[in-house]
């Protein structure tokens, strides 16, 4: 009876030992990524909060040195005005038009005159936005003692004749196909309004069109002073 009792138990406490959980190699490998995982995240975590402080701090930095900067002006140039015609311009040996449109007499002859050369070409966009104002200018002040000559940069002198009788540009014209009129000036820019007085010597130069100033405001101070030092000089 006894010997039975001992055998029964010795069974009961192999079989508990068999139906323990045993861990597979599959389980062990699943924890050990896991807590991989666990630890990079947090090692990586730091270091994506310093990055996130870094570059806001350095968008705050290119914020404030902008705001530091001065601003600068527009620059208005034809880099968006296609040319009227893809022609070459004149060589230097090539003659000056018989007939100017608008029957426009040499500059020497413009002497006694205070003259106001409008430097300019139909392909040339600010030109084309001064047009009005410069016509305007004309109409007040022209006369006995001053004029507009409007000094032609075009590539084609055609094009150039076709443009002025379009829009009506009655005043004094030259078309400068060799570019000594601009060399004589030493101008290097389009438009720019070279003021001259009575004797030919220039008084001021304005080089570009100001949005925010029209050619008229822009020349009538000068333009008036010298006008009214004949009238007081006369007196």
Partial sequence: MTCAVLLWFSCGVALAQTAEPQTTGTDSNANAQANTQSQTTAQETPDQNDQDVSLAEAAKRTRAAK???????KSYDDDNFVRS?????????DKEPENPPTG??????????VVLLDFWA?????????????KQLQ?????AEFTVVSVSEDDDEATWRTFVAKNQMTWAQRF???????????VTGLP????????????QRYVGEDPGQSIVERVEPTLKRTL???EQASN
């Fill in 176 to 186: 400068d196909g060799d570019s000594s009129l601009m060399r004589q000036y030493q």
């Fill in 67 to 73: 705001g530091t900067m001065a601003k600068t002006a």
């Fill in 104 to 113: 426009a007499p040499p500059l020497e002859e413009m002497k006694g005159k």
């Fill in 85 to 93: 015609t893809p022609i070459l311009k004149k060589n230097a040996g």
């Fill in 139 to 143: 109409s007040i002040y022209g006369g």
């Fill in 192 to 203: 720019t309004y070279v003021l001259l007085d009575r004797d030919g010597r220039e008084l």
């Fill in 228 to 230: 009214q030092s004949k």
């Fill in 122 to 134: 139909s392909w040339c966009g600010p030109c084309r936005m001064a047009l009005p104002k410069v």
